[in-house]
């Protein structure tokens, strides 16, 4: 069996191999140990003592299985595959090993008890999810049991469901309602022992986690119209009175330890109106945007209201006891014949009709950020007058950092047009860093090619950290910053500052950090290029 074994193992990769292409490499090594590994162990109930054991695992390609009662260990098996073996009356500690394709083997070891004596003291512990509805666990222990079976008492599912003593094992069933769980714990003894409870399967009625964290927006690219990241069109009124209540609809403000949503409760049809008089403009918009969870709601319908030309509907399918985040194209309301210029109502219609509650949060309308494809202008200044931090025209001094560890902003290291660049999204501020201060004390200027979408502010300091060339936060460390606001969106701004506006700098002759900062604060992306002093 052994020689099997490696046939087996061998004629996988050969077949692996013979599916690569030149291009493709098979890197066995790098693949991890079976993870995950556990057998259900039952035993035939005729005083025989006849266990048998299905083992399971995540990336296993065979196992075998150490009884341990002292006989041979069994032949390797495939995934799926079962073997048995004949205990005396004990206790034992059986091995189960996994071997995955690379040959790499994990060991778990499991107790295994036969007694020919049923099984006493038996306790059943059932539970509702909290998070899935319909879901039901049951957990059951016994002394001298190996095993139990449970049947959930649904129509049409006559099987059992087994599992391990001691482990659980759970259900979810097609309708809420009260079911009645029968749990038989077994041992290798031909007489069981049985628990019947009455038992209600809930729908769970509210989400227990907050819907997803919007993205970083300029305040330009968004229209919020509820929610906590961005800032709302104020006067808006969650629960204006269009008759619902008389289909049983009512609503509130869900507080989720803190974080709120609104709660519609049996959904016909809701309506969100803006303040009196007022109205919004998104056809500069890309898309409509929210988060709905439902335990019962198969479908929403939502309509965007013109003052001028009535309302359009989108339907979106919803999938229960999760959040379903939703992204309608504005394309999808204007497609239909609607203005969407003088937007000052929405409104929600559920599936089934008035008797489904669903949450809803971060209601907005959204367009996404222009994208960078040109490079920036190519430098023109000769190379002997530059001291360069970062061109692919100069030759470049040595940066220690592009993003110091005091940031929460995000380096990536691109390239555009073949340009390399560098980003930072999520912008608070950030430093960089040369490894030697620099000297631009023959310099005349600063500098530096920036991109943004988004940004209505950007600030450049620099920080001489004077002849000691070490930061004390005084003395002759020297800074100043320079602000620029409201610079050009969606093309390449070319800064060329003089370095005599930097007047908070007493001396240029050890330049050790510089900082660039943006508004509004973390929420804006910046590419740049071209970082040099120049004369």
């Known amino acids: ?44 109930q005729d005083n025989t003592g006849k266990v048998t054991f299905l083992p399971k695992g995540e990336g296993v390609t065979q196992y ?25 009356e004990g206790v034992y500690k059986a091995k189960i090993k996994a071997m995955g394709i690379n040959g790499k083997t994990t060991e778990v070891e499991q107790e295994v008890v036969v007694s020919f004596r049923a099984p006493e003291n038996l306790v059943v512990v059932i539970t509702n999810d909290l998070s899935v509805s319909k879901k039901v666990t049951v957990k059951a222990t016994a002394d001298f049991a190996l095993f139990y079976d449970v049947y959930f008492g649904e129509t049409g599912k006559p099987d059992p469901v087994s599992a391990n003593n001691g482990e659980s094992v759970s259900y979810v069933y097609q309708e809420a309602g009260t079911y009645t769980i029968r749990v038989v714990s077994k041992s290798a003894a ?5 628990y019947t409870q009455e038992f209600t399967a809930k729908l769970v009625l509210n989400p227990t986690s907050a819907a997803p964290t919007p993205p970083n927006r300029s305040a330009g690219n968004v229209i919020s119209i509820y929610g906590s990241k961005y800032t709302n069109v104020a006067g808006t009124n969650y629960f204006p009175d269009w008759g619902q209540a008389g289909q049983g609809s009512s609503w509130t403000e869900f507080d989720l330890n803190g974080d709120k949503m ?42 965007l209201i013109s003052k001028t030309n009535g309302e359009k509907p989108v339907v979106k399918d919803l999938t229960a006891n999760q959040w379903t985040s939703i992204d309608i194209p504005i394309s999808a309301f204007t497609s239909q014949g609607l203005t969407v210029a003088d937007i000052f109502q929405l409104k929600f219609v559920g599936t089934p009709w008035a008797t489904g509650t669903v949450f809803i949060d971060n209601i907005y309308f959204y367009k996404n950020a222009e994208t960078l494809t040109t ?10 007058d530059v001291i360069s931090m970062f061109s692919d025209a100069y030759t470049n001094v040595a940066i220690a950092t592009w993003r110091t560890d005091w940031s929460a902003a995000k380096l990536e290291e691109t390239a555009i047009a073949g340009n390399a660049v560098k980003k930072y999204s999520d912008l608070n501020f950030v430093g960089i860093e040369p490894v030697s201060t620099i000297d631009a004390s023959a310099m005349t200027h ?88 120049h004369k």
């Open 262 to 303: 609104l709660n519609y409760i049996k959904l016909s049809y809701q309506g969100i109106a803006l303040a009196d008089g007022t109205t919004i403009d998104v056809t500069g918009m890309d898309y409509f945007h929210m988060d709905v969870w439902t335990a019962d709601l198969q479908k929403i319908e939502t309509s």
């Open 190 to 194: 031909i007489k069981t022992t049985e």
């Open 64 to 88: 075998k299985i150490n009884y341990g009662d002292g006989s041979a260990e069994s032949d390797y098996f495939g995934t799926g595959g079962t073997v048995t073996h004949i205990y005396k």
């Open 1 to 44: 069996m052994k020689k099997i074994h490696f046939i087996i193992s061998f004629f996988v990769l050969a077949m692996l191999a013979g599916c690569s292409n030149d291009s493709s490499d098979i890197d066995l090594e790098g693949l991890s140990a079976p993870e995950n590994i556990s057998a259900l162990t039952t035993v035939t």
């Open 446 to 533: 600063f500098h530096v090619d920036v991109w943004s979408s988004d940004f209505t502010e950007f600030r450049i300091k620099l920080v001489d950290f004077g002849a000691n060339g070490v930061y004390n936060g005084g003395g002759d460390d020297k800074e100043h910053e320079i602000k620029f606001t409201a610079p050009a969106k969606g093309t390449w701004v070319s800064l060329d500052i003089p370095l005599s506006d930097f007047t908070g700098l007493t001396t240029r002759a050890h330049i050790a950090q510089l900082i660039y900062s943006a508004n509004p604060t973390g929420a804006n992306t910046i590419y740049i290029d071209n970082v040099y002093f």
């Open 375 to 384: 490079a920036a202008p190519t430098p023109t200044k000769t190379a002997s």
